[in-house]
DNA sequence: ACCACATGTAATAATATTATTACACATGAT
DNA sequence: ATCATGTGTAATAATATTATTACATGTGGT
């Protein structure tokens, strides 16, 4: 079973808790949403969402993990370290078919405790 | 824009952001998987995806919230009460231009603090 | 009366996510 | 030297999610 949506190459049902996962937050649809429009450094960035730095680390991360997001270190003209974050190319078409599939490698270990 | 996708219909950003929460849970996945194959009541479903009443109850509220899926209380022919679970029928397609009309919406508030 | 099996939920514990604060360091311009 | 702007991260606080335990209630059958 392959399966290519866009340039992500999604496989396991890990890769794809880590996409949704990705995409449950305001913030970072909203960084997905500037980065849609080109790439950005990281301040410039922070400025665009409107959360501080660490914060904004703390969700690159996750869009990093999930592949949506890749990053580049560059030096500016002025000589000054930038890190430029852009948007991964993506076409997900969630079915129930698709989860079925997915479900099927997934086994819930202990939860469920005395019952 | 209309935006129909299977029998959901998901118009806010708030609609999409809660449908990705809902499907970034190996346990959750796997309650659709097995819900693909047939409605199920609750304790059996419990047996099914391994996890204690309680816990599945916490997860269904949220495939509930995302309107993955549906309850119905029903009386079995022995008299006992049962909830049935279904999968709603889906087909959502994620791309960035999608993403991109959803984050217009979106406002990031305070966070950001001292920066 | 008791068991097996269904319903439901309240209270708590454990863990993870999200957010904040406070640092350190580098470059170019004034 | 100091400022403005960029990099990065460690430590902590606040909040939310996930998991567990312990209940209570109802039905039908033995």
Known sequence: MENFVGDLNLKRYEDYVNVFDALSHPARIKIIGILA???????????LVNISRPLLYMHLKKLETARLVTSTMELSDSGKAMKFYALEDFDLHITRELLKQLSENIIIENPGGKE
């Open 37 to 47: 429009e080109g790439r950005q450094y990281v301040s410039e960035l922070a400025r």
